[in-house]
C-alpha cells in the first residue's frame, strides 16, 4: 500500500455511475481505473429506459439538486446525440402535477401543465450509446477499466475506493437495504411515434410508459419491489403492449424486438457518503439511485469525488 500514489482512485461498478464518477475524478486530474463485475453493456444502465426524470429515489431535496445538475450536462451533451446519446425529446407524464413536485420543478426549461398532466422537451438517452461514449470520454481522460471482481472494499488496493454497486451493495457492504425493483420492458418496431409518454403511480407494481429511441420504440412497465428474476415474463410483456396500445392504438400491431428486464437498485436514501478506511484511506459509497441512476448521475458523481477528496 506504500507504494500506493495518493490520488490513487478505484471506482468499482462501470454502470451510469460508476463511468460518470470516474469520469469527474479523471478528469480533475486523479488517476483513475474502474473494476466491474460485468461489462457497461450488461448493466443495469444498459437496460434504461433512458428518460431524464427522478423515479423512485430518495431524498427529494437532494435528488432534486442532482437532478438538476445532470440536467444541465445532458443539455449541453443533446447538441452531439450521435456520439453522447443523448437527444432532447417532447413527452407528456399524464396525472403529473407541478404542485405535486418538489422545488426543483420550477427550475426545469419548459416544464408546464398541459390538460391531463404536464409536458416537457427532456433529455433521452439511449444508454448503450451513452455508456460507450462514458468509457471513451473515461480513457481520453486517462483512466482504465478492467474487469475484476472485488469481494470486500477494505481489501482494493487505493488510496480511495468509490462504490458504485448498484444492486451489488448488498452483499458487498453489505447493506441489506439495497433492494431490487423489477422492471421490464419491450422494445417494439416504431411505428412513427417521435415522442416520449409516462403514466406512473409510484405506489403500483405497473406503469405505462413510451419511449422512442434509435434502436425502437421503448414500451414499459413494472416496479416490482423485491423481484429479483431477470428473465421476461410472457404474460407482463403482453400486458404492456396491451397497455401501451391502449394509448397508442398503432402500437397494437408492432413487431416485437426484444424483451428486457433490469434491477432497479432502490433504498430508502440514496447513500452517498465517506467511510474511513485503515491507513488514512476511505472508501466513498455512490449507490441505492433506485430508477434514476441517469437523472442524478453527474450531481451524485460530482458530490462523491468531493467527498473522495475532500478540500483541505
Known amino acids: 500500500m506504500d507504494n500506493e500514489p495518493s490520488d490513487e482512485v478505484i471506482v468499482v461498478g462501470a454502470g451510469v455511475a460508476g463511468l460518470t464518477t470516474a469520469v469527474v475524478l479523471a478528469e480533475s486530474g486523479r488517476r483513475v481505473r474502474v473494476w466491474a463485475r460485468e461489462p457497461a453493456g450488461r448493466t443495469t444502465s444498459a437496460v434504461a429506459g433512458g428518460l431524464w426524470w427522478p423515479y423512485r429515489i430518495e431524498p427529494e431535496p437532494s435528488v432534486g439538486e442532482w437532478a438538476l445538475q445532470t440536467l444541465a450536462v445532458y443539455e449541453e451533451l443533446a447538441d452531439r446525440p450521435r456520439e453522447t446519446g443523448v437527444r432532447l425529446v417532447e413527452g407528456v407524464h399524464r396525472g403529473a402535477r407541478l404542485d405535486g413536485l418538489g422545488a426543483w420543478a420550477s427550475r426545469v426549461p419548459g416544464l408546464r401543465a398541459v390538460p391531463g398532466g404536464l409536458a416537457a422537451r427532456l433529455p433521452v438517452l439511449d444508454m448503450p450509446v451513452h455508456l460507450v461514449w462514458l468509457r471513451e470520454r473515461l480513457a481520453r481522460a486517462g483512466g482504465t477499466v478492467e474487469l475484476r471482481e472485488v469481494a470486500d472494499l477494505a481489501a482494493v488496493p487505493a488510496a480511495v475506493v468509490v462504490n458504485c454497486t448498484g444492486l451489488g451493495a448488498r452483499s458487498l457492504v453489505p447493506d441489506p437495504a439495497v433492494h431490487p425493483v423489477r422492471g421490464q420492458l419491450v422494445v417494439v418496431e416504431n411505428p412513427g411515434i417521435t415522442t416520449w409518454f409516462t403514466s406512473v403511480e409510484h405506489a403500483s407494481a405497473v406503469s405505462t410508459y413510451v419511449i422512442p429511441q434509435p434502436g425502437g420504440l421503448l414500451l414499459g412497465g413494472t416496479a ?55 491507513g488514512g484511506r476511505a472508501v466513498v459509497h455512490n449507490y441505492g439511485h433506485g430508477g434514476a441512476g441517469i437523472t442524478v448521475a453527474w450531481g451524485c458523481a460530482r458530490e462523491a469525488a468531493g467527498l473522495a477528496f475532500p478540500a483541505a
Open 224 to 278: 416490482e419491489d423485491g423481484a429479483w428474476s431477470a428473465e421476461p415474463d410472457p404474460d407482463t410483456a403482453a400486458a404492456i403492449v396491451e397497455r401501451c396500445a391502449a394509448v397508442r392504438p398503432e402500437i397494437a400491431g408492432a413487431r416485437v424486438l426484444a424483451h428486457r428486464v433490469g434491477l432497479r437498485p432502490a433504498r430508502d436514501a440514496v447513500r452517498l457518503e465517506r467511510q474511513p478506511l485503515a
